[in-house]
């Protein structure tokens, strides 16, 4: 007895064939779950080359192994598809209760080809599975498709992916909205969706899930979650959720700012995670989690759950507004149209700076909140100006110019920390196979946040490197991020849930493993080291305030750490993995084959 | 005695819902736990609430063939005796009782150690002590 499901859910929109697979157990024993089964799923019949928006790109739902069960943060979903906006492979994966329903329905994954002939959504449940018609909930906000999914299944404990009218319009930073509030899918995965005329997923699952060890398991976790402080309620990150960054990223001076021109925003204390504590309702959790990290805050008109520390920054210091309802209303805009807040931002910002610099007058200037949350509706229905817009910094930039402060890597727009106050986030930047962002790793919390120097590039290939691999075996195990977990203990609860013997060095090799799979797809489609660059801006512009003022982020000194990071990981100097690498990584022989074509 | 709960400290975790089905049955499967705690975003903001055994007897009252009595802590099920006709889940006023493979489902206490107390992590649920009754 296992906590794998055993089943894999495919489904064919175009001919509207649903069938049903075993989960391949050798697909498990490498890849584990989520991030790892997605894109081995991917990877199995789509061609890298393919157009994102053609019906044989796929959208796929993965759960994981420990997805359902009492293991503490563990039941997020992941959804990887090639993405329309960076070109990439794209994993994004969400938290609260949508994960462990769709684990309980009995499926390992759901593998979605095709293009609907209208618009439809996608009905599993533990007895059946419908694609139905969607025409009802043409055009509407995730929202209101959550409420009226809910309505017309008659159960408010239905859990619903929608994607909103960014998503039906095919705007390429559009993203997943579930249970109103939580979102994924950096990237575009929305427009994938709504390539292929899939308006929602809604899931209802009743089955059990069993483990390996309960007793075992059930002993284990709560000793490691309560060692490990997931489970108290003095924590900051309980206490305050993301938001808490805010003063963090200030002190250290790298608090993007009016598009990063500066790395410290004076309107910051508005804007903190005091501030949005002031305004709390509610804490929320996910799922099976001990922290509880959310927070339903209400201020004036607007609500949100969050808002989390990128959008606050996204939203609002980087676009010079230190308004916090107006960051609530941002945030909740983006929820709702179903657009990504980080890269709808990061867009916006780029368009204030190049009115402000009279590259071209897109007529909205920094600190104008009402005019970026005006534009964001225009955005996802490509109206006027919106339609511009809706292309993305990176486009933006090579038809108009200022590509310097076009803040994205690969298409995707960077997140809320200049790599200038703490170098290494520059290496993760660009490294990581989605584009810029910054899950893939975390070195901040070490470098500016810790005990590393933030100013050298020291030894930062390998940290980041070992953090990147050790973060992708933990999201393909489905383990959140807010549990700083051990390779061992994650090891030992994935014995207990799915059996065999997991030691600290198989867990991360399978991390490894994940990250070089998913980098060959990459390749594949035609990447290389050329692309793992950073905006001009870091390199020539120096920040003039906090700890990084006038220290030079030079090209060469990253060229030189790029250098060293592919040399750890085993790739040639053009940034592509080595095939005795792939080979001792025991990724699969036809995909090492096909690989080999492209070099 | 009845659960009771201060719903101001709940994440809508479900912990408390997988410790319960885990200790009766096995498994993790938050729909055959014997409390339910809602937490779900509405028109109106969040709805919060809970749903466990208040020890009304109604059940046992209304039990055709006399399957639930109470030891004055919990209710008790006599399994060989239920036939599955589900009055009693109609009957309850919190609609907590199910039945599970056709026999009816309802708070043990966990025999007194309750599960659901034990993994909460916000110490949302506690006994209503009542004079001179022990768990
Ligand atoms: S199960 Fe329902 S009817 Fe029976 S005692 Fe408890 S609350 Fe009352
Ligand atoms: S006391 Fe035990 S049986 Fe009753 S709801 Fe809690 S875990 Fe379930
Ligand atoms: S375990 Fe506690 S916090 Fe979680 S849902 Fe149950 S009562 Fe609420």
New interface residues.
């Given amino acids: 007895m296992n906590s794998l499901m055993g089943k894999i859910l495919k489904v064919n929109l175009s001919n509207g064939s649903i069938s049903r697979n075993d989960t391949p157990t050798e697909w498990v024993e490498l890849y584990t779950g989520q991030k790892g089964l997605g894109s081995r799923i991917l990877m199995e019949d789509v061609n890298p080359k393919t157009d994102p928006f053609s019906p044989e790109n796929k959208v796929v739902l993965t759960t994981s192994v420990m997805g359902g069960t009492i293991v503490s943060c563990s039941s997020k979903l992941a959804i990887t598809t090639k993405s329309p906006l960076s070109g990439t492979i794209t994993d994004g994966s969400v938290g609260g209760h949508t994960g462990a329903e769709l684990k309980y329905t009995g499926y390992d994954a759901v593998d979605i080809t095709g293009r609907a002939g209208g618009l439809s959504y996608l009905y599993i449940t533990d007895e059946k599975v419908e694609i139905r018609d969607a025409a009802f909930l043409k055009g509407l906000g995730t929202f209101d498709v959550d409420a009226r999914l809910k309505e017309e299944v008659g159960d408010e404990e239905l859990k619903v992916l929608a994607i909103g009218p960014a998503g039906e319009n095919l705007v390429p930073y559009s993203c997943i909205s579930s249970e109103k509030y939580r979102q994924l899918g950096r990237g575009g995965i929305a427009a994938v969706m709504g390539s292929k005329n899939l308006k929602a997923i809604a899931i209802r699952g009743k089955l059990d899930v069993s483990v390996n060890d309960l007793q075992g398991l059930l002993k284990y976790s709560k000793e490691v979650t309560v060692r490990d402080e997931v489970i108290a309620t003095d924590n900051e990150i309980y206490d305050l959720g993301t938001s808490c960054l805010v003063d963090y990223s200030q002190e250290s001076g790298l608090l993007p700012t009016n598009n990063f021109q500066e790395g410290t925003f004076e309107e910051a204390e508005k804007i903190n995670g005091q501030s949005f504590k002031d305004v709390r309702k509610n804490k929320k959790g996910c799922f099976s989690c001990g922290i509880a990290c959310g927070n339903y805050v209400v201020d004036g008109a607007a609500s949100v759950e969050g808002p989390e520390y990128e959008s606050i920054v996204l939203g609002g210091s980087s676009l010079g507004v230190g308004n916090r309802e107006k960051v609530i209303e941002f945030n909740s805009v983006c929820d709702d149209l179903g657009l990504d807040t980080i890269s709808a931002g990061g867009t916006i910002a780029y368009m204030m700076e190049a009115t402000q610099k009279g590259i071209h007058d897109f007529g909205i200037r920094f600190g104008d909140a009402e005019a970026a949350i005006e534009m964001l509706t225009k955005i996802a229905y490509k109206d006027g100006i919106g339609a511009e817009a809706a292309m993305g910094s990176k486009a933006l930039s090579e038809k108009y110019g200022g590509e310097e402060f076009a803040i994205q890597v690969k298409g995707l727009e960077l997140p809320g920390y200049d790599p200038r106050g703490s170098w290494s986030m520059g290496i993760a930047y660009v490294s990581a196979p989605r584009g810029g962002c910054h899950m893939s790793a975390y070195p901040i919390a070490e470098e500016a946040w810790g005990e590393l120097d933030p100013f050298t590039f020291e030894g930062k290939g390998k940290l980041v490197a070992d953090m990147q691999n050790s973060q992708f075996c933990k999201f393909s195990m489905g383990v959140c991020d807010f549990w700083p977990i051990d390779d061992e203990t994650l090891g030992r609860l994935f014995e207990l849930t799915y059996g065999g013997e997991w030691p600290a060095d198989r867990v991360y090799k399978t991390g490894e493993r994940v990250f070089n799979l998913q980098r060959m797809f990459n390749i594949m489609a035609g990447f290389d080291r050329t692309e793992d660059k950073l905006p001009g801006r870091f390199h020539k512009e120096l920040l003039k305030a906090g700890p990084p003022k006038d220290i030079a982020y030079t090209k060469e000194a990253f060229d030189k750490a790029m250098d060293e990071y592919y040399a750890y990981r085993g790739w040639d100097e053009r940034g592509r993995p080595t095939v005795e690498k792939l080979e001792e990584l025991g990724i699969e022989p036809k995909f090492i084959e096909a690989y080999k074509t492209v070099l | 005695m009845p659960l009771k709960f201060d719903l101001s ?1 709940c ?5 408390c819902q ?2 319960c ?2 200790s009766h ?8 736990a014997r409390l339910k705690m ?6 109106d ?2 709805r ?1 609430a809970s749903k466990s055994c208040i020890l009304c007897k109604k059940c046992e009252k209304v039990c055709p063939v006399g399957a639930i009595t109470n030891n004055g802590r919990w209710m008790i099920v006599d399994e060989d005796k239920c036939i599955g006709c589900g009055t009693c889940v109609d009957n309850c006023p919190t609609r907590i009782i199910f039945l599970n493979n056709d026999k009816s489902t309802i708070c043990d206490l966990c025999g007194g150690d309750p599960q659901c107390i034990e ?1 909460c ?3 949302v649920i506690s006994l209503r002590e009542r004079k001179g009754v022990k768990a």
């Fill in positions: 400290k994440t809508g975790c479900k912990l997988l410790a089905s885990a049955y096995q498994v993790f499967n938050p729909e055959k809602i937490h779900e975003y509405n028109d903001g969040i919060i993994w992590p916000k110490g």
